[in-house]
């Protein structure tokens, strides 16, 4: 199992949690278990077979974009980051 980190924006959909676990061997199947396990939480993430376009994923540390996407490798006990971006202002 990996341990995926939830910010304060996403903790409704993750029933209050900090950080939930998920498994898989890439990030595709990680993000698919935990779709299937917190719906509401994956939806917000994961759609259609791809990350959201507004949404950044860490895999221990590094942007998923810089490395292999969806097929980015997770090892058991890696921490996954999952961070949306904010806009604002006036």
Not at 8 to 15: K, Q, S
Not at 41 to 61: K, M, T, W
Request: charged share 30%; net charge negative.
């Amino acid at each position: 199992m990996s341990v995926v980190r939830i910010p304060p924006v996403l903790r409704t959909e993750a029933g209050g949690e900090r950080e939930v676990e998920a498994s898989g061997d890439t990030l595709r199947e990680l993000l698919e278990d935990l779709s299937s396990r917190l719906p509401a939480l994956g939806s917000r993430v994961y759609a259609e077979g791809a990350i959201r376009s507004f949404v950044n994923v860490y895999v221990d540390g590094e942007d998923v974009r810089t490395r292999d996407g969806l097929d980015t490798p997770v090892r058991e006990g890696s921490t996954v980051i999952l961070l949306p971006a904010m806009a604002g202002g006036c």
